[in-house]
Protein backbone atom coordinates (compact mmCIF):
# COMPACT_ATOMS: atom_id res chain seq x y z
CA UNK A 1 0.00 0.00 0.00
CA UNK A 2 1.29 3.71 -0.72
CA UNK A 3 2.40 5.54 2.11
CA UNK A 4 3.15 8.96 2.32
CA UNK A 5 5.65 10.91 4.37
CA UNK A 6 6.02 14.73 4.72
CA UNK A 7 8.77 15.59 7.01
CA UNK A 8 9.19 18.14 8.79
CA UNK A 9 5.80 18.42 10.57
CA UNK A 10 5.84 21.78 11.31
CA UNK A 11 8.30 24.56 10.03
CA UNK A 12 8.68 28.18 11.01
CA UNK A 13 10.62 31.05 8.74
CA UNK A 14 10.83 34.69 8.56
CA UNK A 15 9.36 36.62 5.86
CA UNK A 16 11.37 36.53 3.03
CA UNK A 17 12.61 33.40 3.50
CA UNK A 18 12.36 30.29 0.60
CA UNK A 19 10.48 27.66 1.99
CA UNK A 20 11.46 24.16 1.35
CA UNK A 21 8.60 21.66 1.92
CA UNK A 22 9.33 17.70 0.99
CA UNK A 23 7.06 14.46 0.20
CA UNK A 24 8.34 11.14 0.25
CA UNK A 25 6.44 8.14 -1.10
CA UNK A 26 7.10 4.73 -1.43
CA UNK A 27 5.36 3.34 -4.42
CA UNK A 28 6.99 4.76 -7.79
CA UNK A 29 4.12 3.61 -9.63
CA UNK A 30 2.23 6.70 -9.34
CA UNK A 31 -0.33 8.56 -11.99
CA UNK A 32 0.19 11.66 -10.04
CA UNK A 33 1.46 13.70 -7.62
CA UNK A 34 -0.75 16.91 -6.05
CA UNK A 35 -0.30 19.44 -3.72
CA UNK A 36 -2.60 21.01 -1.83
CA UNK A 37 -2.34 23.97 0.83
CA UNK A 38 -5.10 24.25 3.91
CA UNK A 39 -6.55 27.21 6.29
CA UNK A 40 -7.15 26.68 9.69
CA UNK A 41 -11.03 25.14 9.42
CA UNK A 42 -11.50 25.66 5.86
CA UNK A 43 -10.91 23.26 2.97
CA UNK A 44 -8.31 22.11 0.71
CA UNK A 45 -7.38 24.27 -2.21
CA UNK A 46 -5.43 22.69 -5.00
CA UNK A 47 -1.55 24.28 -5.80
CA UNK A 48 -0.16 22.30 -8.59
CA UNK A 49 -0.48 18.68 -10.22
CA UNK A 50 2.58 17.18 -11.46
CA UNK A 51 1.80 13.73 -13.49
CA UNK A 52 4.27 11.19 -13.60
CA UNK A 53 5.47 12.02 -16.78
CA UNK A 54 6.93 16.18 -15.65
CA UNK A 55 9.68 16.37 -13.81
CA UNK A 56 8.35 19.73 -12.45
CA UNK A 57 5.30 22.32 -12.27
CA UNK A 58 5.75 26.03 -11.90
CA UNK A 59 3.21 28.44 -10.95
CA UNK A 60 4.06 32.02 -9.81
CA UNK A 61 5.96 31.63 -6.93
CA UNK A 62 5.74 27.81 -6.33
CA UNK A 63 7.67 24.96 -7.75
CA UNK A 64 7.44 21.56 -7.22
CA UNK A 65 9.56 18.46 -8.80
CA UNK A 66 8.96 15.16 -9.04
CA UNK A 67 11.51 12.28 -8.93
CA UNK A 68 9.91 8.96 -8.85
CA UNK A 69 12.82 6.95 -8.62
CA UNK A 70 13.75 7.98 -5.05
CA UNK A 71 9.93 8.16 -4.42
CA UNK A 72 9.78 12.34 -3.68
CA UNK A 73 8.57 15.32 -4.55
CA UNK A 74 9.43 19.03 -3.20
CA UNK A 75 7.28 22.19 -3.12
CA UNK A 76 9.70 25.65 -2.89
CA UNK A 77 7.90 28.58 -2.06
CA UNK A 78 9.92 31.82 -3.41
CA UNK A 79 10.37 34.67 -0.93
CA UNK A 80 7.43 33.58 1.63
CA UNK A 81 4.92 35.96 3.06
CA UNK A 82 2.91 35.82 6.22
CA UNK A 83 -0.21 34.69 3.80
CA UNK A 84 1.49 31.74 3.14
CA UNK A 85 1.38 30.86 6.10
CA UNK A 86 -0.86 27.35 6.32
CA UNK A 87 -0.43 23.80 6.45
CA UNK A 88 0.72 22.17 3.54
CA UNK A 89 -0.43 18.63 2.15
CA UNK A 90 1.04 16.35 -0.58
CA UNK A 91 -1.16 13.33 -2.16
CA UNK A 92 -0.60 11.13 -4.53
CA UNK A 93 -2.56 8.69 -7.04
CA UNK A 94 -0.86 5.52 -8.48
CA UNK A 95 -1.59 3.66 -11.15
CA UNK A 96 -3.63 0.38 -10.00
CA UNK A 97 -5.73 2.76 -7.76
CA UNK A 98 -6.16 5.23 -10.35
CA UNK A 99 -8.51 8.47 -8.25
CA UNK A 100 -7.94 7.17 -4.87
CA UNK A 101 -5.50 10.32 -3.57
CA UNK A 102 -3.14 8.91 -0.49
CA UNK A 103 -2.04 12.07 1.46
CA UNK A 104 0.57 12.56 3.43
CA UNK A 105 0.13 14.24 7.46
CA UNK A 106 0.91 17.47 5.60
CA UNK A 107 3.72 20.59 6.93
CA UNK A 108 2.23 23.09 9.38
CA UNK A 109 4.45 26.67 8.06
CA UNK A 110 4.27 29.57 9.73
CA UNK A 111 5.61 33.09 8.24
CA UNK A 112 6.97 35.62 10.80
CA UNK A 113 6.69 39.14 9.56
CA UNK B 1 -19.57 30.96 -9.85
CA UNK B 2 -18.62 27.11 -10.38
CA UNK B 3 -17.96 25.01 -7.46
CA UNK B 4 -18.22 22.70 -4.74
CA UNK B 5 -20.59 23.50 -1.55
CA UNK B 6 -21.13 21.63 1.88
CA UNK B 7 -23.96 21.91 3.83
CA UNK B 8 -24.27 22.42 6.73
CA UNK B 9 -20.75 23.84 7.75
CA UNK B 10 -21.61 22.57 11.39
CA UNK B 11 -23.63 19.75 12.32
CA UNK B 12 -24.08 17.81 15.46
CA UNK B 13 -24.91 14.79 15.94
CA UNK B 14 -26.67 12.93 18.69
CA UNK B 15 -25.76 9.65 20.14
CA UNK B 16 -27.82 6.96 17.85
CA UNK B 17 -28.84 9.04 15.24
CA UNK B 18 -28.17 9.15 11.28
CA UNK B 19 -27.11 12.76 9.67
CA UNK B 20 -26.73 13.19 6.15
CA UNK B 21 -24.04 16.29 4.61
CA UNK B 22 -24.70 17.44 1.60
CA UNK B 23 -22.14 18.10 -1.65
CA UNK B 24 -22.71 19.74 -4.93
CA UNK B 25 -21.02 20.53 -7.57
CA UNK B 26 -21.24 22.65 -10.86
CA UNK B 27 -18.17 21.76 -12.18
CA UNK B 28 -19.64 19.30 -14.53
CA UNK B 29 -16.84 16.94 -12.93
CA UNK B 30 -17.38 13.30 -13.34
CA UNK B 31 -15.82 11.68 -10.14
CA UNK B 32 -16.77 12.90 -6.72
CA UNK B 33 -14.97 11.43 -3.38
CA UNK B 34 -15.76 11.98 0.17
CA UNK B 35 -12.33 12.36 3.27
CA UNK B 36 -12.68 12.38 6.95
CA UNK B 37 -9.86 14.38 8.59
CA UNK B 38 -8.92 14.02 12.02
CA UNK B 39 -6.27 16.50 13.98
CA UNK B 40 -2.65 15.66 13.08
CA UNK B 41 -3.44 12.89 10.03
CA UNK B 42 -3.98 12.82 6.68
CA UNK B 43 -7.06 12.74 4.54
CA UNK B 44 -8.90 9.54 4.34
CA UNK B 45 -10.95 7.88 1.86
CA UNK B 46 -14.85 6.96 2.84
CA UNK B 47 -16.49 6.45 -0.63
CA UNK B 48 -16.04 7.53 -4.29
CA UNK B 49 -17.84 7.60 -7.22
CA UNK B 50 -16.52 7.82 -11.16
CA UNK B 51 -20.21 7.71 -12.40
CA UNK B 52 -23.96 8.16 -11.69
CA UNK B 53 -25.63 5.42 -10.15
CA UNK B 54 -22.01 3.85 -8.92
CA UNK B 55 -19.60 4.23 -5.70
CA UNK B 56 -16.90 2.35 -4.73
CA UNK B 57 -15.70 1.66 -0.82
CA UNK B 58 -12.65 3.94 0.41
CA UNK B 59 -10.40 2.65 3.17
CA UNK B 60 -12.56 3.49 5.93
CA UNK B 61 -16.17 3.00 4.71
CA UNK B 62 -17.93 0.92 7.67
CA UNK B 63 -20.85 3.25 9.39
CA UNK B 64 -21.27 5.35 6.18
CA UNK B 65 -23.36 5.14 3.45
CA UNK B 66 -23.75 7.45 0.06
CA UNK B 67 -25.90 7.54 -2.92
CA UNK B 68 -24.98 9.16 -6.48
CA UNK B 69 -28.23 9.53 -8.06
CA UNK B 70 -27.22 12.85 -10.03
CA UNK B 71 -24.23 13.89 -11.70
CA UNK B 72 -24.09 17.01 -9.54
CA UNK B 73 -25.17 15.64 -5.65
CA UNK B 74 -22.96 13.30 -3.98
CA UNK B 75 -24.50 12.99 -0.04
CA UNK B 76 -22.93 11.17 2.76
CA UNK B 77 -25.19 9.54 5.20
CA UNK B 78 -23.53 8.86 8.79
CA UNK B 79 -25.15 5.86 10.33
CA UNK B 80 -25.25 5.25 14.28
CA UNK B 81 -23.05 2.11 13.20
CA UNK B 82 -20.13 4.38 12.71
CA UNK B 83 -18.96 5.04 16.33
CA UNK B 84 -16.45 7.67 16.28
CA UNK B 85 -18.31 10.36 13.80
CA UNK B 86 -16.63 13.60 15.23
CA UNK B 87 -14.22 14.78 12.42
CA UNK B 88 -13.90 17.05 9.67
CA UNK B 89 -15.89 16.07 5.95
CA UNK B 90 -15.04 16.86 2.78
CA UNK B 91 -16.06 16.24 -0.37
CA UNK B 92 -14.17 16.57 -3.68
CA UNK B 93 -14.69 16.42 -7.01
CA UNK B 94 -12.10 15.80 -10.59
CA UNK B 95 -12.42 15.41 -14.64
CA UNK B 96 -12.35 11.88 -14.85
CA UNK B 97 -9.22 11.44 -17.00
CA UNK B 98 -6.92 14.18 -15.11
CA UNK B 99 -7.71 13.36 -11.67
CA UNK B 100 -7.09 16.76 -10.60
CA UNK B 101 -9.43 16.85 -7.63
CA UNK B 102 -10.95 19.94 -5.90
CA UNK B 103 -12.30 20.55 -2.67
CA UNK B 104 -15.24 21.44 -1.17
CA UNK B 105 -15.41 23.48 2.25
CA UNK B 106 -16.02 20.85 4.49
CA UNK B 107 -18.47 20.52 6.77
CA UNK B 108 -17.12 19.39 10.82
CA UNK B 109 -19.52 16.99 12.84
CA UNK B 110 -19.73 16.59 16.63
CA UNK B 111 -21.45 14.15 18.25
CA UNK B 112 -22.85 15.22 21.37
Known amino acids: KQEVTQIPAALSVPEGENLVLNCSFT??????LQWFRQDPGKGLTSLLL?????REQTSGRLNASLDKSSGRSTLYIAASQPGDSATYLC????????????FGAGTQVVVTP | DGGITQSPKYLFRKEGQNVTLSCEQN?????MYWYRQDPGQGLRLIYY???????QKGDIAEGYSVSREKKESFPLTVTSAQKNPTAFYLC???????????FGPGTRLTVL
Open chain 1, 50 to 54: IQSSQ
Open chain 2, 92 to 102: ASSIFSRNEQF
Open chain 1, 91 to 102: AVSTTDSWGKLQ
Open chain 1, 27 to 32: DSAIYN
Open chain 2, 27 to 31: LNHDA
Open chain 2, 49 to 55: SQIVNDF
